[in-house]
């Protein structure tokens, strides 16, 4: 054997061992520095609330030791912020936190180029029910009285929503679809803002998530006429849902997170077992227990298959709003 031969079998053997050390190197180093948490509503909102309590647990575990930013990119009904994570590929410290009413429209509009292969789903945690929410003083005693009024004045009744593709909204397209009433909608930049548009006395109604409204609920300033929920909700067993009301909407934000695509499956699987050990904590579950969510577990395999059945159910909206002509 020559010298040359043997230089060079000297150097296959380091390289496969690199390549076999590599991806527990990677794993063992993973987080290397900061996390962005990208949000696309306004401070305040449900989708950011949720980002800050995530961040908040993966701090007081000591889950990650590198730091943690909370990065809003508004506008674009979450077009902005998508196409931001978009750019990122390949950088597993870049994080979007997902409220699956508006991503799962991006993805599936072919004029955005925002389609699900340009991510990589991380987490689902749960579900954000939607309610149908006026202020006490509201004329609207029950859901009927609603659908009745808007019946008679078709479009003339508003109802405020965080976007024009988001969960509200497409709770409100449900509800047109499943009533025949015709309702007008007003877009705000986060949940939050939308219900204290209603509170203020500025639009009659809003359907966001119940969470959102829940400090205003609570102090008997607004009132919770229905909900989207399967069953009643422990915490309002006196409001009806839609379903048991004869409608066919059983719909919610769900809150998750995903990655850039072209990210190394090494930190994949890291993040979901640290998100995995964040959703198990003590104080998410006090959150999600407190705000009524309907609690489930998705890692990366999962979510990414519901966030694929979730676009093909999503077409028949879309088309009905005619973001698919444009």
């Known amino acids: 054997m020559n010298k040359t031969f043997l230089r060079r079998l000297a150097r296959a053997?380091?390289?496969?061992?690199?390549?076999?050390?590599?991806?527990?190197?990677?794993?063992?180093?993973?987080p290397s520095k900061q996390l962005e948490l990208v949000v696309h509503v306004n401070p305040g909102g449900g989708t950011d609330v949720f980002a800050r309590l995530i961040q908040e647990i993966l701090n007081r575990e000591k889950l990650v030791s590198q730091p943690i930013i909370i990065s809003n990119?508004?506008?674009?009904?979450?077009?902005?912020?998508?196409?931001?994570?978009?750019?990122?590929?390949g950088d597993p410290h870049t994080i979007l936190t997902i409220a699956t009413g508006s991503f799962v429209t991006a993805i599936s509009r072919a004029d955005l180029d925002l389609g699900l292969e340009h991510f990589t789903p991380l987490a689902f945690f749960a579900r954000d029910p939607q309610g149908v929410i006026v202020p006490t003083e509201s004329k609207y005693k029950t859901f009927k009285d609603l659908v009745d009024d808007a019946k008679s004045q078709p479009e003339a009744i508003v109802c405020a929503v965080t976007s024009a593709t988001g969960t509200g909204r497409q709770t409100l397209w449900r509800i047109e679809r499943e009533t025949g009433a015709k309702f007008k909608f007003v877009t705000f930049k986060a949940g939050s803002e939308?219900?204290?548009?209603?509170?203020?006395?500025?639009?009659?109604?809003t359907t966001e998530n119940v969470s959102e409204a829940w400090a205003h609920i609570e102090a008997r300033k607004m009132r919770v006429l229905a909900v989207t929920?399967?069953?009643?909700?422990?915490?309002?067993?006196?409001?009806?849902?839609?379903?048991?009301?004869?409608?066919?909407?059983?719909?919610?934000?769900?809150?998750?997170?995903?990655?850039?695509?072209?990210?190394?499956?090494?930190a994949v699987a890291t993040m979901e077992g640290i998100?995995?050990?964040?959703?198990?904590?003590?104080?998410?579950?006090?959150?999600?227990?407190?705000?009524?969510?309907?609690?489930?577990?998705?890692?990366?395999?999962?979510?990414?298959k519901y966030l694929?059945?979730?676009?093909?159910?999503?077409?028949?909206?879309?088309?009905?709003?005619?973001?698919?002509?444009?």
């Open 229 to 266: 929920t399967e069953k009643r909700m422990p915490a309002l067993p006196d409001v009806p849902t839609l379903t048991e009301l004869g409608y066919k909407v059983e719909i919610g934000t769900g809150r998750g997170f995903g990655m850039p695509s072209g990210v190394p499956k090494e």
């Open 194 to 205: 939308a219900v204290l548009s209603v509170l203020g006395g500025h639009v009659p109604f």
């Open 308 to 326: 694929a059945e979730q676009r093909a159910t999503q077409k028949e909206f879309i088309d009905s709003i005619g973001l698919s002509k444009k």
């Open 13 to 30: 053997c380091m390289l496969l061992a690199a390549a076999a050390i590599a991806p527990q190197a990677l794993a063992q180093v993973y």
């Open 73 to 89: 990119r508004t506008g674009g009904a979450g077009t902005v912020a998508f196409n931001y994570v978009k750019s990122k590929r």
């Open 275 to 304: 998100l995995r050990k964040a959703h198990a904590s003590q104080l998410w579950q006090e959150y999600s227990k407190k705000n009524m969510y309907e609690d489930r577990w998705m890692g990366s395999a999962e979510f990414a």
